[in-house]
Structure formats: structure tokens, C-alpha cells
């Protein structure tokens, strides 16, 4: 079975602050990988994806993460976080065929002071 | 395009009554799902349907049932609610065209007294 680790459960950053946010699968075959985010009382919203290719993919709001298979990892990176970042992250993974239902991980919670 | 609607948005309910989250999706996706979220937990899945007349059992399906009668509705049903499933609840579907992503409905918030 897949199970996803997030290992911060709260940030805590300032404005301009470089933002990493850690995840970790568990899963021996082909996987595709999402980060979602999820603002203020509103519902989850894809960030970004990793089906296949260029291990470093580019999101929206200059959001970027990295698979590194050999780690089983796809950490979220962004440079300079904004106050408008605040906001619960989830990673999520399922098998290749994507026949399968996303397996999330706890969340981690994001806040940016200005 | 709506994408995913649920209903209500809210429901304060004794425990005991019978309840259903309604989802409808207009995307024509395969494969629909229903997921709680609890502070620290983050989304577990309840059920899941991969086409219309077929469900699946996900991490936590105790207490709840699905029915999938055609392609766009998913509702959720509670038969005898309990406090512990106070919870957001909410809706996804996805294309099952390989790795394909999930789309979420904006929640049912759901409070069992």
C-alpha cells in the first residue's frame, strides 16, 4: 500500500523567506505526484503534478518541486513566500496507471508573517 | 463548467439521524471519491467509484455508504451518524485516463451532535 509523509506539520516564515516543504512516499512501482494546496476555508486546489520527464516541475504562484526517485521524495520549493501563501500543503501519490485513488499525506500548515 | 458541487455546505445534525452529501459532477469523469478531513489527519479516503455501478472501500468506510447510479452523481450516505464523524467532507473525481487529476468539490462541513 502507498502512504505519503509530510514532515512539518506547521511553518512558520516570513515574508521573502525561501519556503522547502518535505514529502515523502511509500511505494515500490511507478508513481505520479501532486502537491495540492488548500487557502482559508476553501477547498484543495492542484499546485502541481509529476507524471513523467523533467524531475523539477514548475506549478503555479512560482511554486516548484523535485522528484528525486532514489529518495522517494518530491519536496515543495519556493524562493520568496508571500503573505498570501498562508495556506495547508498536501502532498498525494498514486500508481502510474492512475487507476488508483490519491493517498495524502497529513498536511503541513504554512504560515507567513509579514 | 460547475466542475463539482456539493450540498449542503453545512449540516448540524443529532446524533443517530440518517444523512446525505450530495456530489454531482458535470466533467463526465470516470471516477469519483469521497474523502474526510480532520485537523492532523489530513484527507482519508471513505469510498470511491471507478465507474458508474461500481464502489470501492477506502481507508476509513466505516459507517458510510456510496452509490454510484450514473456518471455524475456520488452521494454519501450516513445511516446512523455518530459524533466522531464530525468532519469536512469533501467530493473529488478524476478522468481514469492514466494519472489524470483529482478535482475537489468545495466541502460539506458536517457537525454530528
Known amino acids: 500500500a502507498q502512504s505519503v509523509s509530510q514532515h512539518n506539520h506547521h511553518v512558520i516564515l516570513s515574508e521573502a523567506a525561501s519556503l522547502e516543504l518535505g514529502c515523502n512516499y511509500s511505494?515500490?512501482?511507478?508513481?505520479?505526484l501532486f502537491w495540492y494546496v488548500q487557502y482559508p476555508g476553501q477547498h484543495l486546489q492542484l499546485l502541481l503534478k509529476y507524471f513523467s520527464g523533467d524531475p523539477l516541475v514548475k506549478g503555479i504562484k512560482g511554486f516548484e518541486a523535485e522528484f528525486i526517485k532514489s529518495k522517494f521524495s518530491f519536496n515543495l520549493r519556493k524562493p520568496s513566500v508571500q503573505w498570501s501563501d498562508t495556506a495547508e500543503y498536501f502532498c498525494?501519490?498514486?500508481?502510474?496507471?492512475?487507476?488508483?485513488?490519491?493517498?495524502f499525506g497529513k498536511g503541513t500548515r504554512l504560515s507567513v508573517i509579514a | 463548467i460547475a466542475g463539482i458541487t456539493q450540498a449542503p455546505t453545512s449540516q448540524i445534525l443529532a446524533a443517530g439521524r440518517r444523512m446525505t452529501l450530495r456530489c454531482t459532477q458535470d466533467m463526465r469523469h470516470n471516477a469519483m471519491y469521497w474523502y474526510r478531513q480532520d485537523l492532523g489527519l489530513g484527507l482519508r479516503l471513505i469510498h470511491y467509484?471507478?465507474?458508474?455501478?461500481?464502489?470501492g472501500k477506502g481507508e476509513v468506510p466505516d459507517g458510510y455508504s456510496v452509490s454510484r447510479a450514473n456518471t455524475d452523481d456520488f452521494p454519501l450516505t450516513l445511516a446512523s451518524a455518530v459524533p466522531s464523524q464530525t468532519s469536512v467532507y469533501f467530493c473529488?473525481?478524476?478522468?481514469?485516463?492514466?494519472?489524470?487529476?483529482?478535482?475537489f468539490g468545495p466541502g460539506t462541513r458536517l457537525t454530528v451532535l
Open positions: 498525494a501519490v498514486n500508481t502510474y496507471s492512475g487507476n488508483t485513488p490519491l493517498v
Open positions: 467509484s471507478n465507474t458508474a455501478g461500481t464502489t
Open positions: 473529488a473525481s478524476k478522468s481514469l485516463a492514466g494519472g489524470d487529476t483529482q478535482y
Open positions: 511505494y515500490g512501482g511507478t508513481v505520479n
